[in-house]
C-alpha cells in the first residue's frame, strides 16, 4: 500500500513563490502533481518518472514550475515561481506504478489529500 501526502500549501501574492512537497511510502514509479479548481476539471501540471529522467509540464505552468524528486528521501517536489491567481486551485499529488507519464487522473492509483494554494491579486 503506498500512500501519499502533500504539504507547503498556502496563501501568497502574485508574482511570489510556493513549494509543495509530497512525501510517498512505498515504491512509487511515476508521480504526478495535479489541481483542481472550483468548477473545473482536475488537471496534470507536472509530473516526473522515478529516474527523474522524463518530466511533463501543462503548458499554463512551463517556465514557472519545476519538479524534482529525492528518492532517497521518497520525496518529491514543485517550486512554483511567478505565481499567478489562476494558479489558484487544491494541489494534489499522486502516484502510480508504471514508468511512463499519462495526464489521465483515472491512471493514478494512489493520491493525497490534496494541499490548497491561494494566488492573491
Known amino acids: 500500500q503506498v500512500q501519499v501526502v502533500e504539504s507547503g500549501g498556502g496563501l501568497v501574492q502574485a508574482g511570489g513563490s510556493l513549494r509543495l512537497s509530497c512525501a510517498a511510502s512505498?515504491?512509487?514509479?511515476?508521480i504526478g502533481w495535479f489541481r483542481q479548481a472550483p468548477g473545473k476539471e482536475r488537471e496534470l501540471v507536472a509530473a516526473?518518472?522515478?529516474?527523474?529522467?522524463?518530466?511533463y509540464y501543462a503548458d499554463s505552468v512551463k517556465g514557472r514550475f519545476t519538479i524534482s524528486r529525492d528518492n532517497a528521501k521518497k520525496t518529491m517536489y514543485l517550486q512554483m515561481n511567478s505565481l499567478k491567481p489562476e494558479d489558484t486551485a487544491v494541489y494534489y499529488c499522486?502516484?502510480?506504478?508504471?514508468?511512463?507519464?499519462?495526464?489521465?487522473?483515472?491512471?493514478?492509483?494512489?493520491w493525497g489529500q490534496g494541499t490548497q494554494v491561494t494566488v492573491s491579486s
Open positions: 499522486a502516484a502510480r506504478p508504471a514508468v511512463v507519464i499519462t495526464t489521465i487522473p483515472a491512471a493514478y492509483e494512489y
Open positions: 512505498g515504491r512509487t514509479f511515476c
Open positions: 516526473i518518472t522515478w529516474s527523474g529522467g522524463s518530466t
